[in-house]
């Protein structure tokens, strides 16, 4: 079942935010007035007893003291997290070595375009993706899943994959061996892949090769408003040379850190990995 957390948000934000307004508007005053109504009403209450009833009287209902003092935690919970920063968790190798399997990352929201949520509409543009940009993006074949991959090509390019080389509108993308990658964790099966450097224009970064697989070989032409994304780990990776280009109202934000990696492997937190930039 899809747990939709900025949907959930949303109706908290909602609910608290009308209780408190409510009591504030409704329900407070009419409190207010039944405590002052109170000395009246029984002559035989008296000092600390008469304060002591109209406190009673005061006092406000559970729901409301709860919707109080959470609507501004949940209130900055959703701002931040729907227009600044969001973490994620990495579920798979398909970015090794990049980002590694419980990898626990920050995405920048804002990097293209502020969006409401839950409605995903673009309410200020901010910029666009850039090819290299490590990108999270709802999975084009079913939205309610995030997927994360490198930004290849952007709108006019023409990207050819030839003998497991990418060339970008007809010139090839530098890729160098660097050695034999050797996995850790959950990654541990990756050992063995070379490990190549490749330098898409202004984005050098690492990616796999698995020589024991074929090349898949291809051609597009990215369309407008649509980008063509791979993962580092190219032999190992669902991406767009499978189902096709992501759409811009698909995009979620841009990858830039990581805060803790822990895949569950035995092994605990990976601290080396903890505060590496993403490139």
């Not at 908290?12 to 009246?40: E, M, N």
């Not at 032999?235 to 040379?241: E, F, G, I, P, V």
Request: charged share 25%; glycine share 8%.
């Amino acid at each position: 079942m899809h747990f939709d957390f900025p949907a959930i948000m949303v109706l908290a934000v909602l609910f608290t935010g009308s209780v408190w307004l409510l009591d504030v508007l409704l329900w407070l005053p009419k409190r207010k007035l039944r405590a002052q109504a109170l000395a009246s009403k029984d002559k035989s209450l008296l000092g600390s007893k008469l304060e002591e009833e109209q406190d009673k009287l005061l006092k406000e209902p559970i729901i409301v003291e709860y919707s109080r003092s959470l609507f501004p935690v949940i209130f900055i919970v959703l701002v931040l997290r729907s227009f600044m920063v969001e973490p994620f968790r990495i579920p798979s190798g398909s970015m090794m070595p990049t980002l590694l399997v419980g990898d626990f990352i920050l995405v920048n929201k804002y990097a293209y375009g502020i969006k409401l949520p839950v409605i995903h509409t673009k309410i200020l543009d901010v910029g666009e993706p850039k090819r290299g940009d490590v990108m999270v993006f709802r999975f084009p074949k079913d939205p309610s899943i995030d997927y994360i991959k490198r930004v290849i090509g952007i709108p006019g390019d023409k990207i050819q994959y030839k003998n497991k080389q990418i060339l970008l509108n007809g010139e090839p993308i530098p890729l160098v061996t660097q050695s034999i990658y050797e996995g850790v964790g959950s990654g541990v099966t990756m050992s063995g892949a070379e490990l190549k450097v490749e330098e898409l224009y202004d984005a050098k970064h690492q990616v796999l090769i698995d020589r024991g697989k074929p090349s898949i070989n291809y051609e597009f032409v990215v369309p407008k408003d649509k980008y063509f994304v791979m993962g580092d780990n190219r032999d190992n990776s669902n991406d767009s040379r499978y189902w096709g280009m992501v759409p811009q109202e698909n995009l979620v934000g841009k990858a830039f850190f990581i805060w803790m990696n822990w895949d569950g492997s035995g092994d605990g937190v990976s601290f080396d990995r903890i505060g590496t930039s993403i490139h």
